[in-house]
């Protein structure tokens, strides 16, 4: 996702570049946010209030203090994502998908869930192919890509699966565990 940026780094070439923007893309997440809370309220102050309880959120702001970090995309991505659930606008709903999935590895976990809650709603089609898409793009990134670059610069072992310890100690205990409510 970071591939996005590079136009306005290109533009703005200062290390507060990533900052303001690191900034800015917590705070679009409020829009979405706020579309998606309207279609549930008929008072406009409940989506408000929400939208603030985001805004002024401690792990929002703790997210912000230090550094840049990817995972700043999380919210803005998944507000869209189920914003265009909710109006039905597939082809957004699959482009935010694609453009969550290229943040980090482990954005496939919540897009998988996503797709698994598909499954047991109306939308069954919608939720194979987001399955199919979550795994795909788990198992490429995590056992191909990740790896494979990772062996260009000299650092053989990844250990993605050492992330979720807590899971278990294999990678079958870590996903069955996972699974288990």
Not at 2 to 28: D, G, K
Not at 40 to 48: G, K, L, M
Not at 51 to 74: A, D, I, K, P, Q
Not at 149 to 169: A, T
């Amino acid at each position: 996702i970071i591939i996005f940026l590079l136009p306005v780094y290109y533009l703005f070439q200062s290390p507060y570049c990533f900052v303001v923007i690191h900034a800015l893309v917590c705070a679009l997440a409020i829009i979405p946010l706020y579309h998606l809370t309207a279609r549930y309220f008929e008072n406009r102050f409940v989506p408000i209030g929400i939208c603030l309880t985001y805004f002024f959120s401690r792990t929002v702001n703790y997210g912000l203090m230090f550094y840049f970090h990817l995972e700043v995309f999380y919210p803005l991505l998944l507000f869209c994502i189920l914003l265009f659930y909710t109006k039905e606008k597939w082809s957004l709903f699959y482009i935010f998908i694609i453009l969550c999935l290229m943040v980090k590895e482990d954005s496939s976990i919540p897009i998988i869930g996503l797709g698994i809650y598909l499954l047991f709603s109306s939308f069954k089609k919608q939720g194979i192919i987001v399955v199919v898409i979550g795994l795909l793009w788990f198992v490429m990134s995590v056992e191909l890509i990740i790896p494979l670059y990772r062996s260009v610069i000299g650092k053989v072992d990844y250990g993605f699966w050492s992330y979720w310890y807590e899971y278990g100690l294999t990678q079958k205990e870590i996903i069955m565990n996972m699974l288990n409510p």
